[in-house]
Structures are given as structure tokens and as C-alpha cells.
């Protein structure tokens, strides 16, 4: 009985003491006793301000889905797995067009994609023609609705004068049914084909006023700037050209940025060389042009 008596005063005494401990400690570190309450709901509510500050840091870092999504696919790259990659790329830019990573990713997609697009070897959209008597080289662009630039680049000409066609030979036509998207906001040109992303283009200059409402154009012709004259893509100066898509609105036309502090130039948009010569590589007369903000 006794041993009983001693261990319950024991007991009590050791709650008694962390009682005191805590009123203590509550003292010391958060008040009086007296104000525990509101103490302790002004501490829950700097817990509070705190968690909704790491859960806001934490949707703008590495963190996040899109995120995560961009280090798998670059991890699924590294050891070439392209299928997969693609489609994490894919999953980055249209559920998380916002993230971080997601013009990384637009960027290397669009690699991809042209890769595949431009590679004779890539049989996905591309067919092999037999050019027969009386076939010209407009007549079969017409045909596929690809472009001459396509053209003779998947079939590897040389030159590009109907006259040098001969029945039996074969050639590489692929359709090309893109459409361009400029956001003037974004300083974008972006190339789709239905909904599906194909690349991304930066605008280097844009001499253009703009209503409001989207405009669309279509792609009116491709030549090339030479010596200070266009050419058309049957001319032996077209290769070495500076290439110009000319739109609907004749006032109005793709070009490549051959100054940047030039101040007098035409309307229109402006690329790098090399994304201008890409462009004429995947759209055709008779595209479809969106012009937005």
C-alpha cells in the first residue's frame, strides 16, 4: 500500500512539474500564462502564414509537376529513349505551358520534330513518287501541297529546272498542311500542324499594327531576296538568297533580319536566316498565317 502512495506522489509531482516546465517554457518563449491563448492563436497563425509561403515557393520551383515532368524527359533523352521523351515534352507543353521549363521545352521538341520532319530516311508523312512524261516540278508541288524548298531538299536536286525531269525518276514529296501562329505579345512564331506542335520560332523584329481581333492570312508565295531583287525558287540565285514568304496582305510578308539597326524596313516580321530558311522548308502556298496579340 505504501509503495502505491509512494509511486502516486510521484506521479503527481512529475505532472506538476511539466506542468510548470510548460508554463515555463510558454513564459519564456510566447508570454505571460495569463496570455496563452492569444499567444498561441497568433503563433498558429504565423504557422499558418508561413506554410501558405513554402507551399507558394514550392509551386514556383523545381519542384512542381511540369517540372519534374522536363528532368524525366531529359533523363529519358540521355539514354535515348526518344518515344518517351517526346511524349514528356508533349505532356510539359500542354498541360504546363506556364512552368519554368516548358519553352526549354518547346525548344527541344521542335528539334525533334524537324529532325524528323527534314529526314529523308523517316517514312511518317513522306511518300516516294515516280515522276512520269510531262510531269514539272510546279505541277507536282501543286499535286502534293508541299513546297519546291521541300521538295528538293528531301529528294536532293541540284537544280531545280523542269527540264531536267526524266520519266522513271523518283522523288520524295511529303503534304505539308502547317499553319503559323504570330503572338505579337509573345514575340513568337509557332508552327502547328491540326493541334499538334511542330516548332517554335523568335520574332527578331516586327513592323506591324495591330487591330485587336486575330487576322488570318495565307502564305501567298515563296521567293528569295538576291542582289537586291526577288527570285523564284527556280532561279540558280535562290539558294544563295535570303528567302522571303510573301502573305495575302501583299503589304505584308516573312522575311530574314538582315540588319537589326536597320530602322527602314518593310512590313512585315522578321526571323534569323537560318529560321527563315527553315520555314520555307515546312509551308507552302496556301497555309493558313494567324496573326494575334
Excluded: C
Amino acid at each position: 500500500m505504501r509503495t502505491m502512495l509512494i509511486i502516486k506522489s510521484v506521479a503527481a509531482l512529475l505532472m506538476v512539474g511539466a506542468m510548470g516546465g510548460t508554463a515555463y517554457l510558454m513564459d519564456k518563449y510566447t508570454g505571460t500564462v495569463k496570455n496563452m491563448p492569444g499567444t498561441m492563436m497568433q503563433l498558429q497563425r504565423q504557422k499558418e502564414i508561413v506554410l501558405k509561403q513554402k507551399a507558394e515557393a514550392g509551386a514556383k520551383s523545381d519542384n512542381e509537376p511540369g517540372e519534374k515532368a522536363f528532368q524525366r524527359a531529359r533523363e529519358l533523352l540521355a539514354i535515348e529513349s526518344m518515344v518517351e521523351a517526346e511524349e514528356k515534352l508533349k505532356y510539359i507543353i500542354s498541360f504546363y505551358p506556364s512552368a519554368k521549363s516548358a519553352q526549354e521545352a518547346r525548344k527541344i521538341l521542335g528539334e525533334i520534330n524537324l529532325d524528323k520532319l527534314l529526314d529523308p530516311e523517316w517514312k511518317e508523312g513522306k511518300k516516294v513518287i515516280t515522276v512520269k512524261s510531262g510531269d514539272s516540278y510546279s505541277a507536282i508541288v501543286r499535286k502534293y501541297q508541299t513546297s519546291m524548298d521541300n521538295l528538293t531538299y528531301l529528294s536532293k536536286l541540284k537544280n531545280t529546272d523542269s527540264r531536267n525531269l526524266r520519266p522513271g525518276q523518283k522523288l520524295t514529296v511529303m503534304p505539308l498542311g502547317n499553319r503559323a501562329v504570330i503572338d505579337l505579345r509573345r514575340n513568337y512564331l509557332t508552327i502547328m500542324n491540326g493541334g499538334e506542335f511542330v516548332k517554335q520560332y523568335a520574332l527578331q523584329k516586327v513592323n506591324y499594327q495591330h487591330s485587336g481581333k486575330a487576322q488570318h492570312l495565307e502564305v501567298r508565295s515563296i521567293r528569295g531576296w538576291y542582289q537586291d531583287r526577288l527570285v523564284s525558287v527556280h532561279s540558280a540565285n535562290y539558294r544563295g538568297a535570303a528567302k522571303v514568304i510573301q502573305l495575302s496582305d501583299k503589304s505584308l510578308a516573312m522575311r530574314a533580319l538582315i540588319e537589326e539597326n536597320d530602322e527602314n524596313i518593310d512590313r512585315g516580321f522578321y526571323l534569323s536566316m537560318a529560321d527563315m530558311e527553315e520555314l520555307t522548308l515546312i509551308l507552302r502556298p496556301g497555309n493558313d498565317i494567324e496573326i494575334k496579340n
